[in-house]
Each structure stands twice: as structure tokens, then as C-alpha cells.
């Protein structure tokens, strides 16, 4: 279990670096800025595409972030409740560490070796588990880091095209945006990571390890 947090944190390193740090570092350190004669150059419908570009990656973003951290958690919240309600109760031993929060610790029901009441699909449509007498309700502290991190990346999209568009415009409105412009290639890079790497990471663990790791 221990593992599987140091690899799981390992990507989030991972994924902030190589999505948000390094394209700032090549942009800024390379001093990669349109220069005047580009942005005379540049067409204000070609501005206009690469903004919307851009704009359209982080609502990408935004969407899977919301999809993956919010609804799916609603999702698996309801899921548990529904089969809580209606699963059939049968008797499991324990045989591995469970990763759950148990409000009746002091009776070691969970210990390796117990035999506990577990709810299973009736109709085996899902492989989910529920415990006997499990209660469910939201960890707010989970809620509150989730919109926390939302905001961060509502807020790091808007910062950098403030930002970038104070310092880098120099009255040429959005002709100083280019393809590799932080504005477009950080949500791209998000969308590469997360979509492609991750879930191919995932479907590998899942298959021969039984296990998944999430970004």
C-alpha cells in the first residue's frame, strides 16, 4: 500500500513538472516571445484560432478534472449506497489490509483472518464490495482539496493569459500567442499526460498486477 502512494505521489510530481514547470521554464529561460516583425506578421484570425485553441484545451481540462475527481466520486458514492440498499449479504473472511476508515476501530473487525458481513451485486453486474453495516457519507476534506485543485487550474489559465498578454502583447492584442505558447501547450500537455499515459499506465496495472494508479 505504502508503494502504491509513493508511485501515485511520484506522477503527480511528475505530471506538474513536465506539464506546467517545464513548458514556463523553456518559454521563459529560452526567451521564446514573438518578436515585433512575427506579430506584424501574424493575421488577427490566426491570434484568434490559437486563442481558442487554447481556451478549448484547458475546458478540456477542466472537464476531465470534474469528471474524474467529481462525478466519478458521486458516481461510486451512489454505487455503494445502491448496493448498501439492495446487494445480497453474504459472510467473507479477511485476507488482505483494507484502505478504509472504520468508526468502530476498537473492535478490530477488519483484522486479517475476521469473517465480516459483506453486500455483493446480486446480479454480479459490478465487482464493488460493500461492508455490512458500512455507512457512507462524503470526506469534506476530500471535497474541499478538490475544488481547491479546481480553482488552482481555473486560476493558473487565467493567470497566464493575463499575464502573458500584459507582458508579451505589447499592443498587438493576441499575436503574441504561437503554437508552443505556455497558454496552449500546458493544458496539451495535461491532456497528453493524463488521457494517453496515465490511462495506458492504468490498464497495464490493472491487467497484470491488479492495481491501478491515478494521476
Known sequence: MKFWN???????????FFTIGLPLILHYAGNHHQSDYQMINTSASEAFVL???????????????IKQFLINLLLKKNGTIRLLEHGGKRKGTVSEEFDFADLKSYQRRFDEGNTTGIMLDRE????????????????????????IGLLLLIGLAAGILVYTYINESRGYGWRYLYFWHPYIIIPGSFILYSFFLFDITNGFFSKYLGTSVKP
Open 124 to 147: 454480479f453486474k459490478s465487482t464493488d464490495i460493500g461492508i455490512d453495516e458500512q455507512g457512507v457519507k462524503w470526506n469534506t476534506k476530500t471535497i474541499v482539496l478538490i475544488v
Open 6 to 16: 509513493g508511485f501515485s505521489i511520484f506522477w503527480i510530481i511528475f505530471l506538474l
Open 51 to 65: 486563442l481558442g485553441l487554447g481556451t478549448a484545451l484547458w475546458f478540456i481540462v477542466f472537464i476531465y478534472y
